[in-house]
């Protein structure tokens, strides 16, 4: 498992460890991986240049404090080894005097204008010391200077480092170069997507850090270590009967979608419950069929929800799956459900996930969710009483004791109709083999990502059923990466 930790966290660790350290040798740390993650990139760009670093251009965005210092250190090895460095104070005149220093002798300039190309633009406006926005000059700067690639310095400037809210202006990064552990602005939220490829370096960190992380993310390994694999003496009723109540005479697709999920996950027997019978047959003879929840015997998960409805009979079908003592996927239709009738869950003491989108979010909580979305996915966990799975880039996964995790695979090519159902149908799968909740929810969503990234190899256009047809190589894929 990786994690992510705030700011505080961040500093109380660095404390630990700098109390052990010669003053500034931590900063000397960082600055050497950042430099060296500069080299590659500059590497990268130049292949036929001696080294890369030799002749190219790089321009520092130096702010006030120790972030600017970073960069301003990084710059000057830059500069030792025969880049054209130009740093720009952008909080008046104040800047890290000793890395200014350096940055000087190493024979880079302070300047107030610098060229308006670059191979590499240093963002060192703000670290984790920054509030939200940027500085007048940081702006003036980012829109008249072309840079070949814009790397930022711990974080993306102007983010909200504890949240991933950009609620202001904020720096656009092709990589950022963490220092020690990741912060949540690299895996949540708008700030996720400012954050460009994340390298981290390890300053040594690590064993000062709290065991507990404020975002979690979820690995290959947790995967595997979470997964049921059928052994011996597993039957197919051992390995968890997962019962699938969506679609409609209207809506077949959805019971289709929500049962290929369903079929690619763990369990052993995929029950459908509703009125799409015909259509869930033909496409996946091995599903067995009922009209009804009722009548579909016992199982160790239910989804309900996706087109099924919201009136009086889907209103029946969701209190019957409700009813039973087996944790419980809602999706779609039973979110509209119990946003009108929350009492429907008041009496539900089994596990229930709760997957909605913005809007469905919208419908449950009463007002759209917070730019902090992991704050917004646990008010609901907690007021329900349930996991959430709060969809969209960065899907983010809430319990109701307020674990938050952030999930680092999908793209935006899975913003496809049904893609969710087949979602949905996945989860139900990984809860039936006795997965709880929340590890449910963030194994499904880590996989369903993979298999939108499989479906959409070569910029391939991908529909949700080319979602459900890569899912069985996803697991594969996931399951053996580990
Ligand atoms: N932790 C570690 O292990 C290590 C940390 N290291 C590095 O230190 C970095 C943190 O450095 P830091 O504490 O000096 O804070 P940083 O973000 O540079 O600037 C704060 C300054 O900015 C100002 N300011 C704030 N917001 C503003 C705004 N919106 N617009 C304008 N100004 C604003 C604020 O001024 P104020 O108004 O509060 O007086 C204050 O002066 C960290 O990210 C990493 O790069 C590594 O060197 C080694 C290991
Ligand atoms: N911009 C985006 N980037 C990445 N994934 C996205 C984005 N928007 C939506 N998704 C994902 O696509 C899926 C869409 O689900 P949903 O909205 O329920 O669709 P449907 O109801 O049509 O099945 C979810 O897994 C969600 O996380
Ligand atoms: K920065």
Redesign the pocket.
Known sequence: MNGAWSAAAIRRAEARLMSLLPPGALMQRAAAGLAAACARILRQQHPERQGGVYGSTVIVLAGPGDNGGDALYAAARLADRGARVFAVPVMGERVHPLAAAALTRAGGRLVAQPPDHCDLLLDGVLGIGGRPGLPGRALDQLGRIHARAVVAVDVPSGVDVDTGAVPASAVTADVTVAFGARKPCHVLGRAALLTGRLELVDIGLAPYLDPHPAVSVADEADIVGWWHRPGPDDDKYTRGVVGVAAGSERYPG?AV?ATAGALAGPAGYVRYAGAAAEAVRRRHPEVVCTPTVKEAGRVQAWLAG?GFGTDEAALAELRDALVSPAPVVL??DALTLIGEYPSVLSRREAPVVL???DR?YERLYGSPPREDRGAAAAALAKRLNCTV?L?????VVAGSDGAVWA?PT???????????????GFMASLLASGMDGVRAAVAA?FV??RA?GIAAAGHRTVT?SDVARALPGAVGAVLSRA
């Open positions: 959805a979608l996706p999706d779609a997957t909605p989108h469905e799975l969809k969209g880039h960065h899907t999930n999908g793209r935006p090519q899975l913003a496809t109709a049904g893609s969710g159902d087949v979602l949905a969503a369903h990502g939108g949700a």
